[in-house]
Protein backbone atom coordinates (compact mmCIF):
# COMPACT_ATOMS: atom_id res chain seq x y z
CA UNK A 1 0.00 0.00 0.00
CA UNK A 2 1.22 3.30 -0.92
CA UNK A 3 2.55 5.68 1.59
CA UNK A 4 0.05 8.74 2.30
CA UNK A 5 0.92 12.63 2.42
CA UNK A 6 -1.17 15.50 3.21
CA UNK A 7 0.10 18.66 1.78
CA UNK A 8 -0.96 22.08 3.18
CA UNK A 9 -0.55 25.15 0.57
CA UNK A 10 -0.57 22.62 -2.50
CA UNK A 11 -0.70 25.51 -5.13
CA UNK A 12 2.47 27.79 -3.65
CA UNK A 13 5.78 27.27 -4.59
CA UNK A 14 6.74 24.69 -2.15
CA UNK A 15 3.75 22.62 -1.58
CA UNK A 16 3.49 22.29 -5.54
CA UNK A 17 6.62 21.12 -5.78
CA UNK A 18 6.20 18.44 -3.17
CA UNK A 19 3.08 17.14 -4.29
CA UNK A 20 4.26 16.28 -8.03
CA UNK A 21 7.92 15.28 -6.00
CA UNK A 22 5.80 12.65 -3.93
CA UNK A 23 3.33 11.68 -6.32
CA UNK A 24 6.06 11.01 -9.20
CA UNK A 25 7.81 8.69 -5.96
CA UNK A 26 4.71 6.66 -5.81
CA UNK A 27 3.41 7.96 -2.86
CA UNK A 28 -0.46 8.73 -2.51
CA UNK A 29 -0.86 12.84 -2.41
CA UNK A 30 -3.37 14.76 -0.61
CA UNK A 31 -2.82 18.58 -1.02
CA UNK A 32 -4.93 21.86 0.19
CA UNK A 33 -4.92 25.29 -0.09
CA UNK A 34 -7.72 28.29 -0.18
CA UNK A 35 -8.32 27.57 -4.01
CA UNK A 36 -7.85 24.80 -6.39
CA UNK A 37 -5.81 26.29 -9.40
CA UNK A 38 -4.52 22.67 -11.11
CA UNK A 39 -5.98 19.54 -11.36
CA UNK A 40 -3.05 16.79 -11.16
CA UNK A 41 -4.51 13.04 -12.47
CA UNK A 42 -3.96 11.11 -8.89
CA UNK A 43 -3.55 13.56 -6.86
CA UNK A 44 -6.61 14.75 -4.31
CA UNK A 45 -6.84 18.50 -4.05
CA UNK A 46 -9.65 19.60 -1.38
CA UNK A 47 -9.87 23.78 -1.41
CA UNK A 48 -10.05 24.41 2.35
CA UNK A 49 -9.04 27.24 4.60
CA UNK A 50 -6.76 26.24 7.41
CA UNK A 51 -8.34 29.43 9.39
CA UNK A 52 -11.88 27.53 9.95
CA UNK A 53 -11.47 24.98 12.63
CA UNK A 54 -14.65 23.41 11.27
CA UNK A 55 -13.52 23.59 7.74
CA UNK A 56 -10.48 21.01 9.16
CA UNK A 57 -13.26 18.97 11.02
CA UNK A 58 -13.15 17.34 6.88
CA UNK A 59 -9.77 16.01 7.50
CA UNK A 60 -10.45 14.05 10.30
CA UNK A 61 -11.43 11.28 8.38
CA UNK A 62 -9.02 11.65 5.73
CA UNK A 63 -6.50 9.71 4.61
CA UNK A 64 -2.95 10.12 5.33
CA UNK A 65 -0.18 9.46 7.61
CA UNK A 66 2.41 11.91 6.70
CA UNK A 67 2.06 15.80 6.55
CA UNK A 68 4.19 18.61 4.95
CA UNK A 69 2.59 21.54 6.29
CA UNK A 70 4.10 24.44 3.27
CA UNK A 71 1.08 27.03 4.27
CA UNK A 72 1.56 30.42 5.08
CA UNK A 73 0.28 34.15 4.68
CA UNK A 74 3.52 36.06 4.03
CA UNK A 75 1.50 39.17 2.70
CA UNK A 76 -1.32 40.32 3.64
CA UNK A 77 -1.23 42.84 7.03
CA UNK A 78 -3.04 40.85 9.02
CA UNK A 79 -0.21 37.75 8.62
CA UNK A 80 0.10 37.30 12.37
CA UNK A 81 -3.74 36.53 13.09
CA UNK A 82 -4.29 34.45 9.81
CA UNK A 83 -1.17 32.34 10.55
CA UNK A 84 -1.76 31.62 13.77
CA UNK A 85 -5.14 30.69 13.20
CA UNK A 86 -4.29 28.08 10.25
CA UNK A 87 -1.57 26.77 12.43
CA UNK A 88 -3.41 26.13 15.57
CA UNK A 89 -6.10 24.93 14.05
CA UNK A 90 -4.03 22.08 11.68
CA UNK A 91 -2.22 21.44 14.94
CA UNK A 92 -5.14 20.87 17.07
CA UNK A 93 -6.66 18.26 14.18
CA UNK A 94 -3.54 16.42 13.79
CA UNK A 95 -3.21 15.96 17.51
CA UNK A 96 -6.77 14.41 17.58
CA UNK A 97 -5.64 12.07 14.62
CA UNK A 98 -4.18 8.81 15.59
CA UNK A 99 -2.64 7.52 12.40
CA UNK A 100 -0.37 10.30 12.25
CA UNK A 101 3.19 9.70 11.96
CA UNK A 102 4.94 12.88 11.90
CA UNK A 103 4.86 16.52 10.49
CA UNK A 104 7.39 18.34 8.53
CA UNK A 105 6.62 22.41 9.09
CA UNK A 106 8.07 24.93 6.83
CA UNK A 107 9.47 27.93 8.86
CA UNK A 108 11.77 31.08 7.81
CA UNK A 109 15.58 31.45 8.28
CA UNK A 110 13.94 34.76 9.41
CA UNK A 111 13.23 32.84 12.94
CA UNK A 112 17.31 32.29 13.39
CA UNK A 113 17.44 35.98 13.05
CA UNK A 114 16.51 39.23 15.64
CA UNK A 115 13.71 40.45 12.84
CA UNK A 116 10.58 40.75 15.17
CA UNK A 117 7.81 41.40 12.65
CA UNK A 118 4.28 39.72 12.26
CA UNK A 119 6.15 36.71 9.80
CA UNK A 120 8.83 35.71 12.02
CA UNK A 121 6.17 35.61 15.53
CA UNK A 122 3.72 33.42 13.67
CA UNK A 123 6.45 30.92 12.91
CA UNK A 124 7.83 31.05 16.67
CA UNK A 125 4.28 30.55 17.52
CA UNK A 126 3.74 28.09 15.21
CA UNK A 127 6.81 26.27 16.13
CA UNK A 128 6.34 26.15 19.85
CA UNK A 129 2.82 24.68 19.61
CA UNK A 130 4.16 21.79 17.47
CA UNK A 131 6.44 21.16 20.21
CA UNK A 132 4.01 21.20 22.52
CA UNK A 133 1.44 19.44 20.69
CA UNK A 134 3.04 15.88 21.43
CA UNK A 135 3.35 15.56 17.79
CA UNK A 136 5.99 13.66 16.18
CA UNK A 137 7.69 16.55 13.96
CA UNK A 138 10.40 18.24 12.18
CA UNK A 139 10.90 21.95 11.33
CA UNK A 140 13.23 23.65 8.18
CA UNK A 141 14.19 27.13 8.65
CA UNK A 142 15.24 27.50 5.00
CA UNK A 143 16.48 30.65 3.54
CA UNK A 144 15.80 32.56 0.30
CA UNK A 145 14.28 28.95 -1.59
CA UNK A 146 15.14 29.11 -5.77
CA UNK A 147 14.93 26.79 -8.52
CA UNK A 148 15.18 28.44 -12.38
CA UNK A 149 11.63 29.43 -12.61
CA UNK A 150 11.61 30.68 -9.07
CA UNK A 151 10.00 34.32 -9.12
CA UNK A 152 12.35 35.88 -7.83
CA UNK A 153 15.26 33.95 -9.91
CA UNK A 154 13.02 34.93 -13.11
CA UNK A 155 12.78 38.66 -11.99
CA UNK A 156 16.95 39.17 -11.73
CA UNK A 157 17.37 37.00 -14.97
CA UNK A 158 15.03 39.17 -16.61
CA UNK A 159 16.91 42.35 -15.33
CA UNK A 160 20.08 40.75 -16.24
CA UNK A 161 19.40 39.90 -19.72
CA UNK A 162 18.59 43.91 -20.02
CA UNK A 163 22.54 44.67 -18.41
CA UNK A 164 21.45 45.91 -15.25
CA UNK A 165 19.61 44.63 -11.71
CA UNK A 166 18.02 46.32 -8.69
CA UNK A 167 18.75 45.06 -5.29
CA UNK A 168 17.48 46.79 -2.47
CA UNK A 169 19.29 48.07 0.14
CA UNK A 170 23.41 47.93 0.15
CA UNK A 171 23.65 44.28 -1.46
CA UNK A 172 26.18 43.85 1.36
CA UNK A 173 23.69 41.69 3.85
CA UNK A 174 24.45 38.11 3.62
CA UNK A 175 22.27 35.51 2.67
CA UNK A 176 21.99 31.25 2.19
CA UNK A 177 19.97 31.00 -1.08
CA UNK A 178 18.37 26.88 -0.75
CA UNK A 179 17.72 25.46 -3.69
CA UNK A 180 14.35 23.34 -4.22
CA UNK A 181 16.03 20.41 -4.88
CA UNK A 182 17.97 20.38 -1.15
CA UNK A 183 14.24 21.06 0.28
CA UNK A 184 12.92 18.14 -1.13
CA UNK A 185 15.77 15.78 -0.47
CA UNK A 186 15.44 16.97 3.35
CA UNK A 187 11.43 15.53 2.87
CA UNK A 188 12.65 12.59 1.55
CA UNK A 189 15.05 12.10 4.14
CA UNK A 190 12.70 12.45 7.28
CA UNK A 191 9.90 10.65 5.37
CA UNK A 192 11.48 7.56 3.91
CA UNK A 193 13.32 7.10 7.50
CA UNK A 194 10.10 8.39 9.14
CA UNK A 195 13.12 10.21 11.09
CA UNK A 196 11.10 12.91 13.31
CA UNK A 197 13.48 13.97 14.92
CA UNK A 198 11.29 16.73 17.10
CA UNK A 199 14.42 19.17 16.45
CA UNK A 200 14.64 21.88 14.32
CA UNK A 201 17.17 22.41 11.11
CA UNK A 202 18.70 25.53 9.27
CA UNK A 203 18.58 24.81 5.54
CA UNK A 204 20.90 26.82 3.19
CA UNK A 205 23.72 26.99 1.35
CA UNK A 206 26.90 26.15 3.37
CA UNK A 207 28.42 29.62 1.50
CA UNK A 208 26.56 32.83 2.47
CA UNK A 209 26.73 35.32 -0.29
CA UNK A 210 26.09 38.86 -0.24
CA UNK A 211 22.69 39.81 -1.69
CA UNK A 212 25.70 41.53 -4.56
CA UNK A 213 27.63 38.41 -5.21
CA UNK A 214 24.39 36.49 -5.39
CA UNK A 215 23.14 38.56 -8.56
CA UNK A 216 26.95 38.83 -9.95
CA UNK A 217 26.88 34.87 -9.58
CA UNK A 218 23.99 34.52 -11.72
CA UNK A 219 25.03 36.93 -14.29
CA UNK A 220 27.97 34.78 -14.57
CA UNK A 221 26.23 31.67 -15.56
CA UNK A 222 23.90 33.61 -17.68
CA UNK A 223 26.77 35.07 -19.12
CA UNK A 224 26.42 38.67 -18.95
CA UNK A 225 28.07 41.22 -17.36
CA UNK A 226 25.42 42.88 -14.73
CA UNK A 227 24.96 46.46 -13.14
CA UNK A 228 23.73 47.02 -10.05
CA UNK A 229 21.12 49.62 -9.02
CA UNK A 230 20.65 50.24 -5.28
CA UNK A 231 17.34 51.17 -4.26
CA UNK A 232 17.80 52.51 -0.72
CA UNK A 233 15.16 50.84 1.68
CA UNK A 234 12.80 54.07 2.07
CA UNK A 235 12.21 54.10 -1.50
CA UNK A 236 11.94 50.43 -1.75
CA UNK A 237 8.80 50.73 1.28
CA UNK A 238 7.31 53.23 -0.94
CA UNK A 239 7.29 51.72 -3.75
CA UNK A 240 6.09 48.41 -2.27
CA UNK A 241 3.54 50.04 -0.57
CA UNK A 242 2.26 51.12 -3.44
CA UNK A 243 2.38 47.57 -5.26
CA UNK A 244 0.78 45.62 -2.96
CA UNK A 245 0.57 42.37 -2.49
CA UNK A 246 3.74 42.76 -0.76
CA UNK A 247 4.93 42.47 2.92
CA UNK A 248 6.12 46.02 3.59
CA UNK A 249 7.31 45.07 6.97
CA UNK A 250 9.59 42.59 5.39
CA UNK A 251 11.69 44.61 4.01
CA UNK A 252 12.79 46.02 7.49
CA UNK A 253 14.49 42.62 8.00
CA UNK A 254 16.53 43.26 4.72
CA UNK A 255 19.79 44.39 6.09
CA UNK A 256 19.95 41.30 8.70
CA UNK A 257 22.32 39.01 7.54
CA UNK A 258 20.80 35.34 7.13
CA UNK A 259 23.69 32.67 7.78
CA UNK A 260 22.45 28.93 7.76
CA UNK A 261 23.74 26.80 10.45
CA UNK A 262 24.06 23.47 9.29
CA UNK A 263 25.39 21.53 12.03
CA UNK A 264 22.34 19.27 13.12
CA UNK A 265 21.23 18.67 9.56
CA UNK A 266 24.74 17.42 8.91
CA UNK A 267 24.63 15.59 12.49
CA UNK A 268 21.22 13.91 12.33
CA UNK A 269 21.14 13.41 8.56
CA UNK A 270 24.42 13.24 7.11
CA UNK A 271 23.41 16.19 4.06
CA UNK A 272 24.88 19.04 3.04
CA UNK A 273 22.79 21.39 0.69
CA UNK A 274 24.81 22.93 -2.49
CA UNK A 275 26.36 26.18 -2.28
CA UNK A 276 24.55 28.52 -5.09
CA UNK A 277 27.19 28.54 -7.45
CA UNK A 278 26.41 24.77 -7.67
CA UNK A 279 22.80 25.65 -7.72
CA UNK A 280 22.29 27.99 -10.85
CA UNK A 281 24.92 25.98 -12.75
CA UNK A 282 22.38 23.51 -13.07
CA UNK A 283 20.16 26.11 -14.39
CA UNK A 284 22.63 25.94 -17.72
CA UNK A 285 21.34 22.54 -18.27
CA UNK A 286 17.84 22.97 -17.92
Not at 23 to 43: C, F, S, Y
Not at 228 to 238: C, D, G, T, Y
Not at 276 to 283: K, L
Request: proline letters at 4%.
Amino acid sequence: MSQRLLVTGCEGFVGSRAVLHFKEKGWAVTGIDLAIHREIPGVTKIPLDLRDPQALRSLEGADFEYVIHAAADQTSKTILANNAAADGNLIACLSRKRNVKGAIFMSSSLVSTSADIQYTRSKILAENRLCESGLPYVVLRPDMIYCRDEKKMTEYAGMIQKGFAVVVGSGAYLRSPTHLDDILAVFELVLNDNRFTNKVYEVGSPEPLSMDDIVKTLAQVLGKKVRLIHLPLPVAKFLFSLRGGLDVEQLTTMELDRVSDLQRLRQDFDYTPRTFPQGVESFKKA
